[in-house]
Structure formats: structure tokens, C-alpha cells
């Protein structure tokens, strides 16, 4: 049975503005929000829809869009490469890092085809191919639509391991006179300039549904620079291809295959969380990320099946990759660092910390935490229980070695905040083993730690300290505000409560989060009375029964939009 994609955009309050047929039959349409609009622009709100092969959806939203994947492609690089070099390096090294940076991602790109799933590699040709079919004087090819998609996972492995990215620029490096404390590791050159949060409720955590089920809801909000092109171009992407794989709608904008997040027609649902952790392979970035979202949801009919699509993939970027499953009522978050056999975290941990005896021996781990790394991740579904021993045992050494007062009550407490406030106060690295604050097995919390206490010292160094300065305590302080705000709320959770428990940093809703502070945000002003804050990245927030999905991305000033997946899918 064919849709009426038309329709379909009807029900949820679009208009048509734009559609295409190619000579196989597959249909792209761009259709216009009604109501809501980018309120710095004053332009609607768009959604995308693309069916058949992997180059017909790619070949559709490029012919369909060429001027938001240009933009994409001229703009975008550039300025993401800039928001990951640390500040301090000044102006003028910053541009030239910037074009080496641009350079070496570019040839690596090239040399990591053959670990991408080939229908990605199809979709960016797509892509290719149909913004020259509309203008054939286009920059937009196949290598910088490859470059900018896999550009997120170089960056980050770059970023927590700097050196081998030295020591491939050694010759630039003898010319330009970098500062020698770069160069060494003393100080970073990188800084991972964003930062996330995401929860998973169900079961009895939640309201009853219609049906007399429970709901269950996934939220997440993906923070990075959106280089002066994503607040813009961000859309809905309806992705519904004739191959084997499940139909999906993602959170994406023109030109990037990945997907910030994604949720498919079985209620299967993922995000991505960046993670300052040593353990990546600069030289095999492999599948991370974006585009491994992408393709696990495209491909997955339950969560564990979610779990084995990111445990074969072949990662180098450590990222965490939290998800639910709203067939099954299961959910989790994947701690994945670079896909390896034999991963020992004790090769990332600053040195002196082991001569001190401050941390736990390979001998006190197998005893006390004795599961292992499969294929160099570990995931925690929501009945995972963490062994408390390692705060008990470990934190008061940790934190007194660092000059701050260990206090036991900010870990044990229910509702409590390891650091009084996300501005960093009393912050340190880290150095240090997170509680897990989920009470409940239908509760899942991820922010930017790995909690698995193996996991967790790949974290333990000091040039990983420095990449998150800014946020030491906001990364905690973000996991302890969304545990009080679903405790507070516990069996009370339906989609406006959810999505008011995930808005943490919204100015709009909380007003206590100082967003000018931490973000810089240049274009910050008033405009009738609203803040129009930029928003580095994107909110979502996923009813897993209904396929409902929520987004808001742009500016704060800007309304949500929301899409139902399976408006436009046949039976």
C-alpha cells in the first residue's frame, strides 16, 4: 500500500512546499511546519521525507535541498574544527590547526570507507548526486559529504589521544612554532566543546497509557557547536528505504547521513553522548557515532539487537550510546570505546595515581567488578546494579588528593548532587567513581561518564581533565538533576512531565542555568521578552509506543516540533 506522504504532513500540521519523483518510482517531499518557525530566521520549521534505494533517499534530499547542503559543506567544517582547538592557541595557529585538521580528516576519510555499512556510503553519493543534478557548478561531492559525516569521530578520537594527530603534522609543527607544552601533552590543544544528557522511563515510572499499558519515553538532548548552519538547517528526516532495513525517523540536517538521534517503527530508539575518555583509535575511527546511530536503528527490532549492531561495529571514537526499547520495555546505555579484544584501561590512568595506590588493581577489580569489556565496551541496562565498594573504598583518597572534602551523604543520598552546582565549583577532573543514582529498573540516566568502574579510568588522566574544564561538575550536576527530577516524579511521567524533566538547561523552563556563561553564545539577546539563545545541538524527546517524537533545535525562543512516524508508514 502506498502513503500519502501528503497527508501524512497534514495530520502533523505541515504543508508540501517541495517534492520529487526519481525515475524509480521513490518519492522526496520538504514540507513546512504551520505554526512553528525559526524565530531569528522568521522561517518555518522543515521535515523531510525520502523513500527507495540508498542513493534515491540521498539523491532526493540533495536535489531537494542544495543550498542547505552546501551550507553545510562550506560552513560547517571550518567552524567545528575551530570550536574543538582550545582558545588560548590564538587566532592565527587556530586557522592553520584548523586547514591541517581539515586536511588530515580528509585523507583519513578516504581510508575508512571499507568499515562503513555500504548504504551510507550509497546515501552520500545520493546526496552527491543530487545537488549536482540541480547545480553542476556545486562544491558538494562525494569527499566532503564523506568528510564532514565521519568529521565528528576523528575530531573526538583526536582530541582524548592529541598526540598521534603531532605526529602526523611533525613537519607543519617544526615550522609554525607551536608552544612546546602542546606538543608534549602538558596542555591540550583540544577541548570537547559540548556536552549531553539523556533518560529512558517506562513501566511504573510512567502514566497509563490509553490502551491501560504504561508508556515509555526516551529523552535526550544532543549538545554540540552548530557551526553557524545547524540551528538552521535542522529538520525531521523520514527515512523509509525498499532495502531490509526498518523505516526510521531521525533528527538530522541535509547533507549528514548520521543522525543525532532516531527513533524506527518497532519503538527502537538511540542517541549519542560524547564521553572524555583516552580509549580511541585515530587510525581506525572506523563507525562511531552519528552514523552508527543511524544505522542501528535502521537495523534494529529490539534493544539487544541495538547492543550487538554497536558491539560488531568497527568503533575508534569512545562515545556512549544510550537507548530504549519500547517493543520489550528494556533499556540501557553502551559504553563503547575502540573495538578491541584486549582493552586495558590501566595504560590511560595518570601514573602517580597508581604509584599511590589511589585507585582499584587489576586483582581488586576482577574480585569486586569482575565483568569484562566485550569487544571494548560494557553496557548498563536499567537492572544494572553498580558495585558501591569502589566509592566506599577509593573516592575519599581521590578527592583528598586533589585538596577537595570527600563527602559521603552527596553519594549515597537518593536525590543527592556530588557537587553543589554545575559551574565547577569544587571540580577536579575525572578523577573519581560515579554513583549510579537509578532507583528503579524501569529508570535509565546517561550524561558524559562512563560509570562501569573499568570503564571509568579510561577517564583518569590528566589530558582528559583538561579537554572538559569548563564542565567538570556540570557533567555530574546534569546526571544528579535528572535522577531528582524523575524521582521527584516517579509514576507520574507523561510526555509534557518527561519533556519538562529533560529541559534542564533550558533558560525558559528551569532559570537557573547560567547558558550565556558556559556557551559563550555571541548571538544571545532578547526578542520580545524571550531568550533567543542558540541551542548548541538538539532536544528531543520519543514517546516509544506511539512513535511520537519532539524536537527543539535553533533558538529557545523557538516552539518544539513534532512528528508521528507512523503517520507515514503502511501497515
Known sequence: MTVDIVEAFKKDGYRISKEM???????????????????????????????????????????????????????????????????????????????????????????????????????????????????????????????????????????????????????????????????????????????????????????????????HFFGREFQFPPGDVFQDTAAFMVYVPNDKRISLVAVAAPGFVGSVTA???????????????????????????????????????SGIEAVEIVREAPRGAPWIYPFSDG???????????KATDKMDPWTYVDKDLIEKDLIPTPKYMKEHAPELPDRGMMVRWSDYKYPT?????????????????????????????????YDGTGGFGFYYFSPQREQYDDVVIATNLWLHPRMALCSMNSLVALLLKQFWTDIQWRYDSLNKGIVDNYG?????????????????????????????????????GKNTYMIDGVVCFMDCKAMKIRALYGYYSDQPIELNLLNYLAD
Not at 270 to 288: H, K
Not at 327 to 337: F, H, L, P, Q, S
Request: one cysteine or more; aromatic letters at 10%.
Open 21 to 215: 519523483t526519481r525515475p524509480s518510482g521513490a518519492r522526496g517531499y520538504i514540507a513546512k511546519s504551520k505554526t512553528v518557525i525559526n524565530t531569528v530566521t522568521g522561517k518555518p520549521k522543515k521535515a523531510y521525507y525520502a523513500e527507495g534505494s540508498a542513493h534515491d533517499m540521498g539523491f532526493l534530499i540533495g536535489s531537494l535541498a542544495p543550498g542547505a547542503v552546501k551550507r553545510l559543506v562550506k560552513n560547517f567544517p571550518n567552524n567545528i574544527i575551530m570550536s574543538y582547538l582550545d582558545p588560548a592557541i590564538g587566532p592565527f595557529f587556530g586557522k592553520i590547526i584548523a586547514a591541517l585538521l581539515y586536511k588530515f580528516i580528509s585523507d583519513e576519510s578516504q581510508k575508512i570507507k571499507p568499515s562503513l555499512p555500504k548504504e551510507l556510503l550509497d546515501e552520500m553519493q545520493g546526496v552527491a548526486d543530487g545537488v549536482q543534478s540541480v547545480r553542476p557548478d556545486s562544491v558538494v561531492d562525494f569527499e566532503n559529504i564523506l568528510t564532514i559525516n565521519v568529521g565528528f569521530d576523528f575530531l573526538t578520537a583526536l582530541a582524548v589521544n592529541p598526540l598521534s594527530f603531532f605526529q602526523e603534522i611533525e613537519e607543519h609543527l617544526k615550522i609554525l612554532d607551536i608552544p612546546e607544552e602542546y606538543k608534549t601533552g602538558e596542555k591540550s590543544l583540544f577541548r570537547l566543546p559540548h556536552i549531553c544528557h539523556a533518560y529512558s522511563a517506562f513501566g511504573d515510572a510512567t502514566t497509563d497509557r490509553p490502551d491501560g499499558g504504561k508508556n
Open 492 to 528: 507520574k511521567i507523561d510526555f509534557e512531565k518527561g519533556w519538562t524533566i529533560l529541559n534542564i538547561i533550558n533558560p525558559d523552563v528551569t532559570g537557573n542555568y547560567d547558558y550565556q556563561k558556559f556557551y559563550g553564545n555571541e548571538k544571545a539577546k532578547t526578542q520580545a
Open 263 to 301: 527513533m524506527n517503527k518497532f519503538g527502537i530508539t538511540m542517541g549519542v553522548d560524547t564521553v572524555p575518555a583516552s580509549d580511541s583509535d585515530a587510525a581506525n575511527v572506523g563507525l562511531n557515532s552519528l552514523m552508527l546511530v543511524r544505522h542501528s536503528i535502521h537495523n534494529a527490532k
Open 327 to 337: 517493543t520489550n520495555d528494556t533499556a540501557g546505555t553502551i559504553e563503547a570505546g
Open 389 to 421: 565498594e569502589f566509592i566506599d573504598r577509593f573516592n575519599p583518597g581521590l578527592f583528598d588528593n586533589f585538596g577537595e572534602k570527600f563527602i559521603s551523604e552527596n553519594f549515597t543520598d537518593p536525590t543527592g548532587f556530588v557537587f553543589p552546582s
